[in-house]
Nanobody, 124 residues
Framework: QVQLVESGGGLVQAGGSLRLSCAPSGRTVNSLTMGWFRQAPGKERELVAAISGLGITYSPDSLKGRFTISRDNAKNTVYLQMNSLKPEDTAVYYC??????????????????WGQGTQVTVSS
């Protein structure tokens, strides 16, 4: 497994922005498919954005325009920029890595390494 260290969660008012960061240890971000998932109480974990080793990105249509995934190879870090946040975005956000070179998978079971999770709370 790859060790993933997340940072950047917190409390923000509706309409505000947050940026989450995730740094893998022992592997470079461009050798992994990296994903950001979230899980709200009583709900299933869902993928909010992912970026493949080739730099191809994915996010569900419902979040496009608000959530953007990117990476900085020099800093070996992946980011999730979240704008126009809504109370329904409140969840624990997890960084995940898929070590297999196979493109983006949207199911959480495809990812073998997980960060500790960071709480994002959006107040109305």
């Amino acid at each position: 497994q790859v060790q993933l260290v997340e940072s950047g969660g917190g409390l923000v008012q509706a309409g505000g922005s947050l940026r989450l960061s995730c740094a893998p240890s022992g592997r470079t971000v461009n050798s992994l498919t990296m994903g950001w998932f979230r899980q709200a109480p009583g709900k299933e974990r869902e993928l909010v954005a992912a970026i493949s080793g080739l730099g191809i990105t994915y996010s569900p249509d419902s979040l496009k325009g608000r959530f953007t995934i990117s990476r900085d190879n020099a800093k070996n870090t992946v980011y999730l920029q979240m704008n126009s946040l809504k109370p329904e975005d409140t969840a624990v956000y997890y960084c995940a890595a898929d070590q297999l070179w196979r493109g983006i998978r949207v199911v959480s079971s495809a990812y073998d390494s997980w960060g500790q999770g960071t709480q994002v709370t959006v107040s109305s």
